[in-house]
């Protein structure tokens, strides 16, 4: 669990490395991180009683969730500040690919005796998984569409939406007294991963550049 939190905190949004072999805007969507993943903890309080009934409602203890808040978060977004702050021109974006490999390969090292003992009841997630990542991109597209969105801020928006940050919610499943939940969640992350792969040659087909259509009168 320690060793965990330390991989996760410097490349949990994974998404920004997508966003940007797709051409999409990475500086953007860099700068909302922080902010959009401090919404999706305080939101995992409320939406987890509210989707999992009364039973969930005692699962979810505040101490790993206060745990992953700060050292996922507030930890890495202060060092990221300071580090900024004392050394302006320095360029760590090489280091996101490397860590993100080193991640992966943890996490599902750690979790593959239970997936691989769960079988069939972790392979019948990936359909709704797969939907997911559909529904959404699809969202993306309308939206940045209707919106009249640049290129750039389009793609960023459509990749957004279409990945949940899995990992995040990691040290939390952790904490659960449900031997599958971590294993749903690397199984989600895996899911996403690949996603990621396909939207990066998708999404530019999708959200061409070129001259926007003149507003309606």
């Known amino acids: 669990m320690p ?4 991989l ?4 949990v949004d994974y998404v920004v490395a997508f966003t940007a072999l797709a051409g999409g805007a990475r500086e953007q969507l860099l700068a909302a991180t922080p902010l959009l993943m401090l919404l999706q903890m305080l939101a995992l309080p409320v939406l987890v009683p509210l989707l ?32 900024q702050h004392i050394v302006p021109a320095l360029d760590l974006s090489p280091a996101m690919v490397p ?19 769960a079988g069939s009841a972790l392979l019948a997630l990936v359909p709704v998984y797969v939907a997911f990542l559909v529904l959404a991109t699809a969202a ?10 640049g290129t750039a801020s389009a793609r960023a928006v459509t990749f957004s939406g279409a990945t949940r940050n899995s990992l995040v919610v990691l040290p939390l499943a952790l ?10 969640v690397v199984t989600q992350t895996l899911v996403e991963l690949v996603g ?5 040659r998708l999404v530019p087909r999708l959200l061409r550049d070129g001259p926007r259509p003149p507003a309606r009168p």
């Open 52 to 83: 999992g009934g009364g039973a969930a409602t005692g699962l979810l203890s505040p101490a790993p969730f206060l745990r992953a808040l700060v050292l996922l978060i507030l930890l890495p977004l202060f060092a990221a500040a300071l580090l």
């Open 175 to 184: 904490a659960l007294p449900v031997p599958l939940a971590p294993a749903v």
């Open 3 to 6: 060793a965990l939190l330390v």
């Open 140 to 149: 993306g597209v309308l939206i940045s569409r209707l919106a009249r969105l």
């Open 99 to 117: 860590l993100m490999v080193l991640t992966l390969l943890a996490v599902v090292a750690s979790q593959a005796p239970r997936a691989l003992g």
């Open 8 to 11: 996760l905190a410097p490349c």
């Open 196 to 200: 990621m792969v396909v939207l990066v």
